[in-house]
T-cell receptor, first 114, second 112 residues
Framework: SQTIHQWPATLVQPVGSPLSLECTVE??????LYWYRQAAGRGLQLLFYSVGIGQISSEVPQNLSASRPQDRQFILSSKKLLLSDSGFYLC?????????????FGEGSRLTVL | AQSVAQPEDQVKVAEGNPLTVKCTYSVSGNPYLFWYVQYPNRGLQFLLKYITGDNLVKGSYGFEAEFNKSQTSFHLKKPSALVSDSALYFCAVAGATNKLIFGTGTLLAVQP
């Protein structure tokens, strides 16, 4: 069966420090991968998605970047965090090829920038 | 551009009563529609989806949703609510892309 792992679960970082959140998927090949941010416990904002290694689409201009160095690995990064980067970050995957089916989410990473 | 709206921030129902959580969508072409549930500090869990076929879709935990093309709606329903159904519910739509766009969520509170 497929599983998705996301870490760290909780992170407290000072303003201006770097960030790296990692997500890996097991039990599937060529997944579509996604990073969402959930602010104030409500709406989900799509940040990045990837349909293959090295292929990243950015949805909104921001202080963050994403990379996909391996088929089932998706990394969210920042060189210098801002206060506004605080939030709950969710990684998700869906079966590749064709229109999106259902997404399967990780358990999330809560980032607090102080 | 595709979008989805959940007009209610919060829905309150008594345990045992039927519940409805509303969702309307806007998308070019045929929509793929989804409902997810989120418990506090957790990821989202898939409940059900509509791709094509029967307008009434049955999903996990006794939930169902009705696709209405003329009203561009996909409301989530359950005949008899449980206290354990209390959570944040998200509607989502996918158009002819690889992206799922979520609504702002509706907080369901089921009172004993």
């Amino acid at each position: 069966s497929q599983t998705i792992h996301q870490w760290p679960a909780t992170l407290v970082q000072p303003v201006g420090s770097p960030l790296s959140l990692e997500c890996t998927v097991e039990g599937t090949s060529n997944p579509n991968l996604y990073w969402y941010r959930q602010a104030a416990g409500r709406g989900l904002q799509l940040l990045f998605y990837s349909v293959g290694i090295g292929q990243i689409s950015s949805e909104v201009p921001q202080n963050l970047s994403a990379s996909r160095p391996q088929d089932r690995q998706f990394i969210l990064s920042s060189k210098k965090l801002l206060l506004s980067d605080s939030g709950f970050y969710l990684c998700a995957w869906s079966a590749g090829q064709g229109r999106t089916g259902e997404l399967f989410f990780g358990e999330g990473s809560r980032l607090t920038v102080l | 551009a595709q979008s989805v709206a959940q007009p209610e921030d919060q829905v309150k129902v008594a345990e045992g009563n039927p519940l409805t959580v509303k969702c309307t969508y806007s998308v070019s072409g045929n929509p793929y529609l989804f409902w997810y549930v989120q418990y506090p500090n957790r990821g989202l869990q898939f409940l059900l989806k509509y791709i094509t076929g029967d307008n009434l879709v049955k999903g996990s935990y006794g939930f169902e949703a009705e696709f209405n093309k003329s009203q561009t709606s996909f409301h989530l329903k359950k005949p008899s609510a449980l206290v354990s159904d209390s959570a944040l519910y998200f509607c989502a739509v996918a158009g002819a892309t690889n992206k799922l766009i979520f609504g702002t969520g509706t907080l369901l509170a089921v009172q004993p």
